[in-house]
Every structure is written in C-alpha cells, then in structure tokens.
C-alpha cells in the first residue's frame, strides 16, 4: 500500500514538472499492477489528462469520460467533468425514483441535425486495432504519403483511443468531398 502511494506521489511529480510521458509510463504501470480503490481513479485522471498534453485533447477526452463511467464516486469525478466542460450531476432528492439504469450514450443518436454538405470540410478516418497495428508507424507512414502527394493541402494526422484495443486514425482537414475520396 505504502509502495503505491509513493508511486503516485512521483507520478504527480512528474506531472507537475510537465513531464507527461513520464507520467503515462507511471501511470500504466500502477495500473497494470496495482489495484487501489482511492488511488487508481487519480493516476486514470493523470494518465488522461498527461495523454492530452501529449497527443490529443480527444484522446483525453475518451479517457476522462472512461473514468467517470468506470468510477463515478472518485474524488477526481469533478475535475475531470469540468475539463469536459459538463456540470455535475445534481443529486436525486430523497424519494425520487431513478427512471432508467442505462447511460446517458445508450439513448439513440438523433441524426436529424446532420445535412450532407460535399463542400464542407471533411476528414479521413481509419479506425483500426492497436493491439495488431503499430498505430505510430501507420501514422508516421499516413503522414509520409500525405506530405509526398498532398504537401500544399496541409493535412494533419491524429489519432484517438476508443476503448483499450481500437484507436482512430484521421486526417483532416480537407476542404472538399472529392480530395478526401482520393485517399480511398
């Protein structure tokens, strides 16, 4: 017990300093091989927020909205719904039922907002398993390829974390349907 809490006190260290990769390597360490009831919400909340310093804010965002599901008792809840920039949730008064036990993302997806424009700004996505794909070299590779064909339409190569074996791979931005449809 004594080594985690050392460990978390290095890894907020290493945090504080701006040392994010560090703090990622920590982070997946404990996680991998400590389970703490109060101290692993905090290093799933430095990871993520150390993941969106260092690679996407969307990233971060995959991994805050994780924690919340995974443990929404955590002290770290509210920090990490402000960074998501959600309220928290106010609470039921006594009596009240609660009206469903399914989240908020299992409602259907309302697709009425959504209008086909080909002239809008469009983006590449590949959505691919990161336990079989090296998703930095299919990066480094996408991003090789662009610059050699599509130097002046400086396109740009992210990737996000979906769950803990997919992550997407896009490319953005392209200014019409018809550039976007030539990578296929």
């Given at each position: 017990?004594?080594?985690?809490?050392?460990?978390?006190?290095?890894?907020?260290?290493?945090?504080?300093?701006?040392?994010?990769r560090?703090?990622?390597?920590?982070?997946?360490?404990?996680?991998?091989?400590?389970?703490?009831?109060?101290?692993?919400?905090?290093?799933?909340?430095?990871?993520?927020?150390s993941?969106?310093?260092?690679?996407?804010?969307?990233?971060?965002?995959?991994?805050?909205?994780?924690?919340?599901?995974?443990?929404?008792?955590?002290?770290?809840?509210?920090?990490?719904?402000?960074?998501?920039?959600?309220?928290?949730?106010?609470?039921?008064?006594?009596g009240?039922?609660?009206?469903?036990?399914?989240?908020?993302?299992?409602?259907?997806?309302?697709?009425?907002?959504?209008?086909?424009?080909?002239?809008a700004?469009?983006?590449?996505?590949?959505?691919?398993?990161?336990?079989?794909?090296?998703?930095?070299?299919?990066?480094?590779?996408?991003?090789?390829?662009?610059?050699?064909?599509?130097?002046?339409?400086?396109?740009?190569v992210?990737?996000?974390?979906?769950?803990?074996?997919?992550?997407?791979?896009?490319?953005?931005?392209?200014?019409?349907?018809?550039?976007?449809?030539?990578?296929?």
């Amino acid at each position: 017990m004594n080594r985690v809490r050392t460990l978390y006190e290095e890894t907020y260290l290493a945090f504080e300093r701006g040392q994010y990769r560090t703090a990622i390597i920590y982070s997946n360490n404990t996680l991998t091989n400590y389970k703490d009831p109060v101290l692993t919400p905090k290093f799933a909340y430095l990871r993520a927020v150390s993941r969106g310093k260092t690679e996407s804010a969307d990233t971060m965002k995959v991994e805050l909205t994780r924690l919340i599901a995974q443990y929404p008792t955590s002290e770290v809840v509210p920090f990490a719904r402000k960074l998501l920039g959600q309220e928290a949730p106010k609470p039921a008064a006594p009596g009240d039922a609660v009206k469903s036990t399914l989240p908020a993302t299992a409602k259907p997806l309302d697709i009425t907002m959504y209008k086909f424009n080909p002239a809008a700004t469009h983006f590449y996505t590949i959505v691919v398993d990161g336990t079989a794909v090296n998703v930095y070299g299919a990066k480094v590779r996408i991003t090789d390829f662009n610059t050699k064909n599509y130097s002046v339409e400086n396109l740009q190569v992210n990737s996000v974390l979906l769950d803990n074996n997919r992550q997407m791979i896009t490319v953005s931005s392209f200014a019409e349907i018809e550039k976007s449809q030539t990578l296929l």
